[in-house]
């Protein structure tokens, strides 16, 4: 395919991603993505088996584990989605009962992809892929993934913040077999200084202290951007929530919403977006 051609592809393959109901959308490489802060820190992070992890499930075609991680064969470009998530849409949090692993927004964002991939394939005759949430599923880091596409950048927080929408969004990902250039990065950066709203209202205190350090990670780009981050603290709070999750019963089916009230604090306090 010639450049100019791969070039018009890449315009339509985002024009259809808005078309199908994302709100963001770019392109990022996976050579740059395997290069990105989180999967160069990942091998040496602790352990971790709390929210957000699910079920550890080895894609027939990948294999991961906690020190290695096998990227999809022939994957050559990941297109990385977004939907706003807005304090007023608390509707994208439910999840469906019994049914495990999606909430409404996640569902959401599972149907965009999957009708890029049909068109894709009808179109094209490109076979992409979409991939899975959790880096424990064979995922990516999404938030790294969206910022090299030029869809934000890593707040203090620790989340992914957007000019269009701040911290207030979800992502979802696939994999195509051919180059496309990287849609990023943004000349963006609403942090500095800010004082920190995010993080002074946090219930459980989870940028307390700096757990990450450039000497002991051999990286400048750390988790909340300055290493002050407690993944298990931040768990604390949303093992907490589950446990406080109330359930709506839906007519004439033997099955039920389950609300999930997650915390979303530092999201809420992020100025970022808030007028959208």
């Not at 991961?64 to 050559?76: D, E, L, R």
């Not at 620790?158 to 195509?176: D, E, H, K, S, W």
Request: net charge positive; with cysteine.
């Amino acid at each position: 395919m010639s450049t100019d051609a791969n070039d018009k592809l890449a315009v339509r393959i985002l024009n259809k991603a808005f078309e199908f109901g994302a709100d963001l959308a770019g392109f990022t490489n996976i050579a740059s993505l395997k290069e990105s802060p989180s999967h160069k820190i990942y091998p040496n992070l602790p352990d971790y088996a709390g929210v957000g992890t699910g079920r550890v499930h080895i894609h027939e075609k990948s294999t991961i584990t906690k020190k290695n991680i096998v990227w999809p064969q022939g994957a050559k470009t990941v297109l990385v989605i977004a939907l706003s998530h807005p304090e007023t849409a608390p509707s994208l949090d439910l999840w469906r009962d019994p049914f495990f692993g999606c909430t409404k927004g996640n569902l959401q964002l599972i149907k965009i992809i999957n009708e890029i991939i049909k068109w894709l394939g009808e179109s094209q005759d490109l076979k992409c892929r979409q991939i899975p949430y959790v880096i424990e599923q064979g995922g990516i880091f999404l938030k790294d993934a969206a910022v090299l596409a030029g869809i934000g950048i890593i707040g203090k927080n620790n989340m992914l913040v957007t000019p269009q929408f701040g911290p207030r969004v979800r992502l979802r990902a696939m994999t195509l077999p051919i180059n496309f250039p990287s849609t990023g990065l943004l000349n963006f950066d609403p942090c500095t200084d800010c004082g920190s709203l995010c993080r002074k209202p946090c219930p459980s205190g989870a940028f307390n202290k700096t757990i990450f350090s450039s000497v002991e990670y051999n990286q400048t780009q750390l988790p909340a951007k300055d290493g002050k981050y407690a993944r298990q603290t931040c768990n604390i709070e949303m093992e907490q929530n589950i446990k406080n999750a109330r359930h709506i019963p839906i007519e004439e089916k033997d099955d039920s919403m389950r609300v999930v009230l997650y915390c979303r604090v530092c999201e809420f306090a992020c100025p970022i977006g808030q007028n959208y």
